[in-house]
């Protein structure tokens, strides 16, 4: 009995163990799942932090990249934009460039056009022509030398010319034909105005446009020779010439301080005697 009693109290107490084991276990299986959801929550925080973190990262990167893309693109469209414009640029130059050197070529094409012809002209000898073209010819892109030759070779023919209209007015002249001789020295000044005979052409044209009434184109031509000429031998005749042309229409006190000049200047003059004489006589009537 007592045998039974103690393997009673026995299985009791393994009960009790037992059921206190299972009650740890329990508590302990509790708690570790408490522990394995604290676990699982922090996982779960922590990958989701992890995870916007990756998305912040990548998003950043992809900016940066973004970014390093559009500046390098945006470098390299200015600097192609700047190519095309420097290509341009150039482009135009070169056309300006093909366009001037086009028409220098064309200029001096026609240039050696009038040379030619200018050249022709010299050969045949046809001196007004010649002349008249050469005022043509100038214009065009000649070389200096050609200006030279040219200008030369006008020179010469405009002094012939000047020489040969001085003659034949002197020969109309003797003839009495005054209007072609006022023609003539008009045209001989109006060839070569610094030729040696200029001043005598100019004296003769004078008298000649007393002849035909035309004192007033007279006398400026003879004021100026009789103040500076030149030819120092037509300077008394200038002077004489002009005191005649102011008494012919009436300009007296001008005519009278002239030949007041004149006969002071000029006392050995040819003329001296006539000067007197008319100045004797304006004095007595004006």
Same mark, same amino acid.
């Given at each position: 009995m007592d045998e039974f009693d103690e393997e009673l109290r026995d299985i009791k107490r393994e009960i009790i163990e037992s059921r206190g084991l299972i009650i740890r276990t329990n508590n302990l299986t509790n708690a570790l799942a408490a522990d394995i959801k604290s676990i699982g929550k922090r996982q779960q925080n922590f990958e989701r932090r992890a995870f916007r973190n990756s998305a912040a990262?990548? =998003?950043l990167f992809v900016v940066v990249v973004i970014g390093v893309v559009k500046f390098a693109w945006d470098a390299r469209v200015e600097s192609v934009e700047g190519e095309t414009r420097r290509g341009k640029?150039?482009?135009a130059q070169l056309k300006t460039e093909l366009q001037g050197q086009q028409q220098q070529t064309d200029a001096r094409g026609r240039a050696e056009v009038a040379a030619a012809g200018f050249y022709e002209l010299m050969r045949s000898g046809k001196k007004r022509e010649l002349i008249d073209a050469y005022e043509i010819t100038r214009k *065009?892109? =000649?070389t200096r030398a050609e200006i030279a030759f040219f200008r030369d070779a006008v020179q010469e023919a405009r002094s012939e010319l000047s020489v040969n #209209?001085?003659? *034949?007015?002197l020969d109309n002249i003797r003839a009495g034909r005054w209007h072609e001789a006022v023609v003539a020295f008009e045209e001989a000044l109006r060839f070569n105005p610094t030729a040696t005979? !200029?001043?005598s052409a100019q004296l003769n044209l004078a008298k000649g446009y007393r002849r035909l009434n035309r004192q007033r184109d007279a006398i400026p031509i003879l004021v100026k020779l009789s103040k500076a000429s !030149? %030819? #120092? *031998?037509?300077l %008394? %005749?200038?002077?004489f010439l002009l005191s005649e042309c102011l008494i012919d229409i009436q300009a007296w006190n001008d005519a009278k301080t002239t030949l007041r000049n004149f006969i002071r200047r000029y006392p050995k003059s040819a003329y001296i005697n %006539? !000067?007197?004489m008319a100045l004797a006589d304006l004095s007595v009537k004006h």
């Open positions: 990262a990548n =998003l640029t150039q482009i *065009e892109k =000649l #209209s001085y003659h *034949e007015g005979h !200029a001043p !030149a %030819d #120092s *031998e037509v %008394d %005749d200038a002077m %006539d !000067a007197k």
